[in-house]
């Protein structure tokens, strides 16, 4: 073989065996955050040593090689940096945060801690290995052949992850707060909103601080909204967005039509735009999700996207959608023209009108 073919091929095999062990990357990240470690560096205020580190787990000291070998993976990754600090005269190794591990810190807003800990649920893992033998069934999702039901019905029957999986929302509503509270542009001028699929009312929290005569109705499932008290601009009604949006000037989709079939969008869509037409005056469908293939958008966010799309494809029959997907959904439901802004990172705002 020529040499230039044999060093192609052994970059082939690194690939390979790249993603092949992506996954022993997720469990190192999963038990760095399950042993606290973020926490335990901030904490200690400046970088750590590994026997500093050790001593602060409380875990068996005989382990230190072992923590020493799972940071250097996890630095490697990018989610800590090591400089050097000087012990008792002597040069050592510490280990320090970068923005991608302080935003695991359980007390910090925002904090990605709840989101990162729920996505490792074995409920999740699990269904993910059932992929290649759903490709021969009829199943709706990979989801359905390990737990021979919906990833909804579920979540409905499992209270310990029900409870995971909403605050797991709640912490990925987080970071797009930060930049929610500046769009105000977005709400102004409207009196009334409905939240569909809105969770525990995160965003409309958020925002009705700063527009408080904005009337905000969260529409979720009844196990997800049951217990919550109202407030004067925020009200939480339960029940499903199939058979009933309540009325409003707008209607918000965060991070919902991303979990359902194109046939269940435009079926949600059609309800969305009867229900800002109702009152006469034609309002806006605001939609915060996925849109693959956006201009700027670098490897790592592309690669996010993509797997959070086999993700969807594992738990709930969703998809991510590139724009041209997105604009068939609005002009099969009978919207006329919409706007994309990308300024959540991973998500985009499309306003879309009748
Ligand atoms: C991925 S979560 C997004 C929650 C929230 N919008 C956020 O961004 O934090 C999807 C939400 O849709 C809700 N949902 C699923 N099926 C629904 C239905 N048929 N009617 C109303 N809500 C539904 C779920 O209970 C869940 O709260």
């Given at each position: 073989?020529?040499?230039?073919?044999?060093?192609?091929?052994?970059?082939?095999?690194?690939?390979?065996y790249?993603?092949?062990?992506?996954?022993?990357?997720?469990?190192?990240?999963k038990?760095?955050?399950?042993?606290?470690?973020?926490?335990?560096?901030?904490?200690?205020?400046?970088?750590?040593?590994?026997?500093?580190?050790?001593?602060a787990?409380?875990i068996?000291?005989?382990?230190?090689?072992?923590?020493?070998?799972?940071?250097?993976?996890?630095?490697?990754?990018?989610?800590?940096?090591?400089?050097?600090?000087?012990?008792?005269?002597?040069?050592?190794?510490?280990?320090?945060?970068?923005?991608?591990?302080?935003?695991?810190?359980?007390e910090?807003?925002p904090?990605?801690?709840?989101?990162v800990?729920?996505m490792?649920?074995?409920?999740?893992?699990?269904?993910?290995e059932?992929?290649?033998?759903?490709?021969?069934?009829?199943?709706?999702?990979?989801?359905?052949?390990?737990?021979?039901?919906?990833?909804?019905?579920?979540?409905?029957?499992?209270?310990?992850?029900?409870?995971?999986?909403n605050?797991?929302?709640?912490?990925?509503?987080?970071?797009?707060?930060?930049?929610?509270?500046?769009?105000?542009?977005?709400?102004?001028?409207?009196?009334?909103?409905?939240?569909?699929?809105?969770?525990?009312?995160?965003?409309?929290?958020?925002?009705?601080?700063?527009?408080?005569?904005?009337?905000?109705?969260?529409?979720?499932?009844?196990?997800v909204?049951?217990?919550?008290?109202d407030?004067?601009?925020?009200?939480?009604?339960?029940?499903?967005?199939?058979?009933?949006?309540?009325?409003?000037?707008?209607?918000?989709?965060?991070?919902?039509?991303?979990?359902?079939?194109?046939?269940?969008?435009?079926k949600?869509?059609?309800?969305?735009?009867?229900?800002?037409?109702?009152?006469?005056?034609?309002?806006?469908?605001?939609?915060?999700?996925?849109?693959?293939?956006?201009?700027?958008?670098?490897?790592?966010?592309?690669?996010?996207?993509?797997?959070f799309?086999?993700?969807?494809?594992?738990?709930?029959n969703?998809?991510?959608?590139e724009?041209?997907?997105?604009?068939?959904?609005?002009?099969?439901?009978?919207?006329s023209?919409?706007?994309?802004?990308?300024?959540?990172?991973?998500?985009s705002?499309?306003?879309?009108?009748?």
């Amino acid at each position: 073989m020529q040499k230039m073919d044999v060093e192609e091929l052994f970059q082939a095999q690194a690939l390979l065996y790249n993603y092949t062990y992506s996954f022993i990357g997720s469990m190192s990240l999963k038990s760095a955050v399950h042993l606290g470690i973020p926490d335990v560096i901030s904490k200690h205020g400046q970088p750590i040593t590994i026997p500093e580190l050790v001593l602060a787990l409380e875990i068996n000291p005989n382990k230190s090689g072992y923590v020493y070998r799972l940071m250097r993976l996890l630095v490697h990754a990018g989610f800590f940096v090591t400089s050097k600090v000087i012990k008792e005269d002597k040069e050592e190794v510490g280990y320090d945060l970068t923005p991608s591990s302080r935003l695991l810190l359980k007390e910090n807003v925002p904090t990605l801690s709840p989101f990162v800990r729920a996505m490792f649920h074995p409920a999740l893992v699990h269904s993910s290995e059932f992929l290649a033998e759903w490709f021969h069934k009829n199943e709706v999702t990979p989801f359905n052949t390990a737990f021979g039901m919906s990833y909804w019905e579920y979540l409905s029957q499992n209270q310990e992850f029900n409870g995971l999986f909403n605050e797991a929302m709640i912490s990925d509503s987080g970071m797009m707060n930060l930049v929610i509270k500046n769009c105000k542009s977005v709400f102004e001028g409207l009196n009334s909103l409905v939240d569909v699929g809105g969770g525990k009312g995160a965003v409309g929290r958020i925002v009705c601080e700063s527009l408080p005569n904005l009337h905000w109705t969260v529409l979720d499932l009844p196990h997800v909204v049951e217990n919550l008290l109202d407030s004067p601009n925020l009200k939480f009604v339960g029940g499903d967005m199939f058979q009933f949006i309540p009325s409003a000037d707008a209607i918000l989709l965060k991070l919902v039509l991303h979990a359902f079939s194109d046939e269940e969008c435009i079926k949600v869509l059609k309800k969305c735009r009867e229900a800002i037409s109702n009152k006469g005056k034609e309002g806006k469908v605001i939609i915060i999700d996925i849109v693959i293939g956006e201009k700027n958008e670098n490897h790592v966010l592309t690669e996010a996207k993509l797997f959070f799309d086999m993700l969807m494809m594992v738990l709930v029959n969703g998809k991510e959608r590139e724009e041209k997907e997105w604009e068939k959904l609005f002009l099969e439901a009978g919207f006329s023209h919409y706007k994309i802004t990308s300024i959540f990172g991973m998500r985009s705002l499309i306003e879309v009108y009748p």
